[in-house]
């Protein structure tokens, strides 16, 4: 009997948990299975508006495939994907191609521009390792030029981040604890900088509860951030940013917008030709793709609609890793000749948004709220406990956050 | 009895050495003694390219003024030259004005570029600690960009130094131990990594003994250095630099072009009016102006002939320092009304280059040639001994330099 090729693409946290996964749970003799990554690291997207900001260093926020992936088991591919040929079981890779038995999708996102005029040329985005520490280093370069000018340009300070989700309020957090030490390092007066949050709804963090919406207000504003909401972005441009608000359009002059209101799926996945909803596979409860029977999709570019408030729950790390015991599950299953495969069931546990690395906020357990050093702790101890799952407690010493109360 | 208004402008080698020995010698009820200087520190002139190549930080290579001066004796003026006038007995600064007794021009030296065309615009000087920072984070932010473009763009790899003096071999030095640290920051392979030095003469170091340059180019080379003599550059363009070499001109794309092939005093002492050679005033044996009495010039501002060779001494830390004990003994003595002033001698201490942080080369005790890690500690030791006279061995300690082995 010949051994089924299992191929994963993207070792992001849903395509390297489920590879995790199932080298442990299959032998060398019951499948291949081969994990197809662009860079030869995981990262930690959820840390990177903390590589961005300059607070944590990429190195503690990425860890090598070979380092979790048992390369007796698995085989690893360094390579970028170009297009699925689900019809042919087959995928095109920029140096190469890959046959399948099984496929798991876990490709991840890009972001989502909206059609801005100028976002995507002058904007920068917290997508991936290298464009983050680029943020980090634009930061830099710009503080250092700031006293290398005789006429001195407040653009160079000024730092606008577009959108208040959670992305975008974990960022500027972190710019409130790294901004003072950007001024140290550059002899600049902390009154001279700005860090501007433009968000288009009429607050920010739309949808949480509003008592913890005002809190991470608060603690923000109190160090420095400014918020601009009902404030929808129009243009970036190379040394301002526009918006609208109130029927009339301003002007920032910055050389430094953060982009961080939208993501949508890997765009893979709809030029494959899958069947999409907005360019995201609704998956079925078995989490296959509605038209083959051997492809999985899973995280950012799997669709799952929350029966209760009847839209889909948000593309987090949290449910790609959930998913991935779902899909490592079934997957095995099929690979070893079984038919009965288990149904995906989200279990919201909580979430929690860092205001900087000593303040944040969130809710655990249902609905217990929590504030200050107490949710920033839950939410290092869940960092920690997410690298206990993916490499063991030598990973967790590795890379894991530790700075509990400073 | 008035007391007299002493009067010192710059607080680089000549000026703050100056200032810490007239505060030595007269007593508070003897003369008023004003510090004038841009900035509120005291720099390492010839630490800064350890700063441009991001091989020693900023903070060690400069001194807090309140550090070293005493405020109790010296009133320090934090602002900018804008006008000697001598005939009046003032200075003009951006802010105020200042009458004196007794002037000590130290006000250093500014770049050189010769009329080379797009230098000034496009290329990148090591004068001061803002401009050196800012070289270091245009490195980190070219090599952060890499791979942040589809299109690889081999000019935010390329580093040109123009020039193959003292400068420009010491910087190459310290970029070869540099560049292999971005390339582990960023994912770059050191392969890609140009460092090229290009100097106009036939050799680099021109004026060194010969095999001491040879160690230096073999050193250097060996660590990756590209060396082209006898290359006069020509054009330095945003994105590549032009020289001419055997009568062709040839184009190196680059986004980083550092020249360090040339400096000249500043210009105020020439729109101030005195009496100069190529900017510099030709001082007398006591190291005073020679239309006034009253005025002394030290350092780079200052033009002394060597006797033996008939050419000036190059302007150096080294020169600038002895140059202080005889300019404060003499303004003292002035201050004291005394008439007989010392006369400058100048007694070469020997000349060491590092090339990078564990290699040198060099001369000391006249003509004893050093090489390796001999040189390098020698000249850490120099270094320090000049912190020890500036600060005493609090100051050493603080910003001293004791890796000497590794």
Redesign the interface.
């Known amino acids: 009997m010949k051994k089924p090729n299992i191929v994963v693409l993207g070792a992001g946290y849903g395509g390297i948990m489920t590879t995790v996964k199932l080298q442990k749970s299959l032998g060398r003799n019951e499948a291949n299975i081969t994990l197809v990554n662009k860079n030869d690291y995981h990262y930690q997207t959820t840390w990177l508006h903390e590589v961005s900001a300059g607070t944590v260093h990429q190195d503690q926020a990425r860890i090598a495939i070979k380092d979790v992936v048992n390369q007796h088991k698995v085989n690893f591919v360094q390579d970028t994907v170009v297009e699925i040929k689900p019809e042919e079981n087959k995928v095109k890779l920029e140096n190469g191609e890959l046959d399948y038995d099984y496929l798991v999708i876990g490709l991840g996102f890009e972001p989502a521009t909206f059609g801005i005029p100028g976002l995507e040329e002058n904007a920068f985005m917290i997508n991936d390792i290298?464009?983050s520490?680029?943020i980090?280093?634009?930061l830099?370069?710009n503080f250092?030029?700031y006293?290398?000018e005789k006429e001195k340009n407040p653009a160079r300070l000024n730092i606008v981040v577009g959108g208040g989700g959670f992305t975008g309020i974990e960022y500027v957090g972190e710019l409130a604890n790294r901004v003072p030490e950007l001024c140290k390092?550059?002899d600049i007066d902390k009154s001279q900088v700005r860090i501007i949050n433009l968000e288009g709804a009429p607050t920010v963090l739309p949808g949480f509860d509003p008592e913890l919406v005002e809190y991470a207000m608060n603690s923000l504003e109190a160090r420095g951030v400014e918020f601009i909401t009902g404030a929808i972005l129009k243009e970036s441009k190379p040394e301002s940013v526009v918006y609208e608000k109130d029927g009339k359009l301003v002007e920032i002059p910055t050389l430094t917008t953060v982009w961080a209101a939208g993501v949508k799926a890997n765009s893979i996945v709809e030029k494959s030709g899958f069947e999409n909803n907005r360019g995201k596979v609704q998956v079925r409860d078995d989490m296959r793709a509605p038209e083959y029977d051997n492809v999985f999709v899973i995280g950012d570019c799997a669709l799952i609609m929350n029966e209760e408030s009847g839209r889909p729950f948000p593309p987090t790390a949290q449910i790609a890793i959930q998913q991935s015991a779902t899909v490592a599950h079934n997957v095995a299953a099929l690979a070893k000749g079984h038919s009965e495969l288990e149904s995906f069931e989200y279990k919201p546990l909580g979430t929690l948004a860092s205001l900087g690395h000593n303040d944040g906020m969130g809710v655990v357990f249902g609905n217990k709220k929590l504030f200050g050093w107490k949710a920033t702790f839950m939410k290092k101890m869940s960092d920690n406990r997410y690298l206990l799952k993916l490499g063991g407690i030598g990973l967790v010493l590795k890379k894991g956050k530790f700075n509990f109360f400073y």
Chains 1, 2 share one sequence.
């Open positions: 290298n464009s520490r680029l980090r280093e634009h830099d370069y250092a030029q006293h290398n390092e550059y």
